[in-house]
Nanobody
Framework: QVQLVESGGGLVQAGGSLRLSCATS????????MGWFRQAPGKERQFVAA????????AYLDSVKGRFTISRDNAKNTVYLQMNSLKPEDTAVYYC?????????????????????WGQGTQVTVSS
């Protein structure tokens, strides 16, 4: 069983930055693909970014490309989401997710079905 704990959310003005962290339990973090999703009130959970086990393969939602960066530190069992130039439409609860797999990030990892484990989420609010 893998436990995921997100942190780093908060309230920020438009144009500001936040860095989300997702700390994981277990000794096999380096074998997991990791993803970030978000869910705004009344909307479905939406893919934001994903990274493979080595960090060598990533994918992003089109609307966050160039603003958000996903990264991981396998020594710290942690995945990060650096969010810059935040917009009010980025407001949501952000979730990290994990799947035990190696290989490249494909379109499948843009779906919630790809992931076995989920965190509880952290709120990000961007004011205009």
């Amino acid at each position: 069983q893998v436990q995921l704990v997100e942190s780093g959310g908060g309230l920020v003005q438009a144009g500001g930055s936040l860095r989300l962290s997702c700390a994981t339990s277990g000794r096999t973090f380096s074998s997991y693909a990791m993803g970030w999703f978000r869910q705004a009130p009344g909307k479905e959970r939406q893919f934001v970014a994903a990274i493979n086990w080595s960090g060598g393969s990533t994918a992003y939602l089109d609307s966050v490309k160039g603003r958000f960066t996903i990264s991981r530190d396998n020594a710290k069992n942690t995945v990060y989401l650096q969010m810059n130039s935040l917009k009010p439409e980025d407001t949501a609860v952000y979730y990290c997710a994990a799947r035990s797999t190696r290989g490249e990030i494909t379109n499948y990892f843009r779906t919630t079905n790809a992931y076995e484990y989920w965190g509880q989420g952290t709120q990000v609010t961007v004011s205009s």
